[in-house]
């Protein structure tokens, strides 16, 4: 048995099959009222495989929809706009909910979910065991985080464009010394040094990735460091840097941990440099991640809100321009798909591969929806003297 057949297995309660129940009453209700119907007509209709599926997502909402998909009691042929419509009709706020999910919204609330000793869970429990099916989706500089498609025709040149927007948001110039804080694969490391000619520190919670950023960065002038972003010693050994860069990472953070990293990160940064946070965003203030990407995906993750973010600038931070760009995200979301799609030489009837398939397309489903964003987020220390121009 599989890592996530084992989770699979025991987070999944076991229901009776009936042919009709009250539960499936109340889920075929429910749908009706975003237009969806049980074997409908249209491509975002849900086609059920196991009774089983009704009682499951009345009694836990987002987890239970998502389990019973990688078990493969349900099937759609268009995820992305079912996810849509689920999440502009907020539907999850209307089902039941069972007493793991307000055990876990407990916790979050009562515990640091993202402290030092756990923050290398979503290293080791995600990012670690999938690295293959990140290999299988990315573009040509392995990036884990939205493209920028102002000016794109694919994915790869969407996300050089958003290496690049960076670059010059931040105005990245020969010989600048930058920090990266969750480097991933290291491509925007490779992107500035290649492109900008600067030095870059890149630092990752994720042993593999680490190894893998130290592979693609050869024989640059960057530097990769395995380690947490409170382990300021460990990273800082040279002095302050011009530039401080975050792309994808600050949803690892966790909102009891947000003014710590904006401290760190002013720390890390010269009197008159530039920090850009490239970021997803939640239009409302969270104390917890959704139950299923929790479990599966992003351990202890969480959506920052623009009031969370502007509380823990305060006095550190003049926030210089806020770039808002998140449809974006749907559409690299959609290619990371067909490229999982083509490239995946593993089984497809077990539960990782419709895991994965969730994850890409229920994501890409929030995100068309408008239900939550990318924000980009220009932030100086003492202001840029004579004000600073946006660019896009």
Not at 42 to 61: E, H, K, Q, S, T
Not at 65 to 84: K, N, P, R, S
Request: with cysteine; hydrophobic share 40%; proline share 3%.
């Amino acid at each position: 048995m599989s890592y996530y057949d084992r989770k699979l297995d025991s987070g999944t309660a076991t229901f009776p099959v009936g042919r009709s129940s009250s539960a499936e009453r109340a889920i075929r209700t429910l749908i009706t009222e975003i237009g969806v119907e049980i074997d409908g007509p249209n491509p975002w209709d849900i086609r059920v495989n196991d009774p089983r599926f009704y009682r499951r997502v009345l009694a836990d909402g987002s987890l239970g929809l998502g389990e019973t998909y990688m078990q493969g009691w349900w099937d759609c042929d268009d995820l992305v706009e079912l996810i849509a419509r689920i999440a502009r009709a907020d539907l999850e706020s209307r089902l039941m909910t069972s007493w793991r999910l307000v055990w876990e919204g407990l916790k979050a609330r009562a515990f640091n979910l993202q402290s030092p000793r756990r923050a290398p869970i979503v290293g080791r429990d995600h990012y670690d065991r999938t690295i293959e099916a990140y290999r299988c989706m990315t573009d040509k500089w392995v990036t884990l985080s939205c493209g920028y498609w102002k000016d794109a025709t694919n994915l790869d040149e969407a996300q050089e464009g958003k290496l690049d927007l960076i670059c010059r948001k931040i105005g990245l110039r020969e010989r600048d010394r930058v920090l990266d804080i969750g480097c991933g694969f290291g491509s925007f490391a490779r992107f500035a040094a290649t492109r900008y000619g600067c030095t870059v520190v890149g630092i990752n919670i994720s042993p593999q990735q680490a190894s893998e950023a130290r592979a693609l960065c050869e024989g640059l002038p960057v530097e990769i460091v395995n380690c947490d972003y409170r382990d300021h010693d460990a990273y800082v050994t040279a002095g302050a840097f011009d530039k401080v860069v975050s792309a994808g990472m600050f949803e690892h953070v966790g909102y009891k941990n947000y003014r710590t990293y904006f401290e760190t990160a002013h720390r890390a940064l010269k009197p008159d440099g530039c920090f850009l946070l490239h970021t997803g965003g939640s239009s409302v203030s969270l104390v917890r991640n959704d139950a299923w990407f929790d479990r599966y995906i992003f351990a202890n993750g969480l959506l920052p809100s623009i009031r969370q973010i502007g509380g823990a600038i305060e006095g550190l931070f003049v926030m210089e321009d806020w770039h808002n760009f998140g449809h974006d995200y749907y559409r690299t979301l959609k290619a990371w798909h067909e490229n999982f799609e083509r490239r995946w030489t593993g089984p497809r009837d077990e539960p990782f591969y419709r895991m994965w398939e969730y994850y890409l397309l229920a994501c890409a489903g929030w995100f068309k929806a408008r239900y939550v964003q990318l924000w980009h987020v220009v932030l100086s220390k003492g202001g840029v003297a004579g004000g600073y121009v946006s660019v896009r």
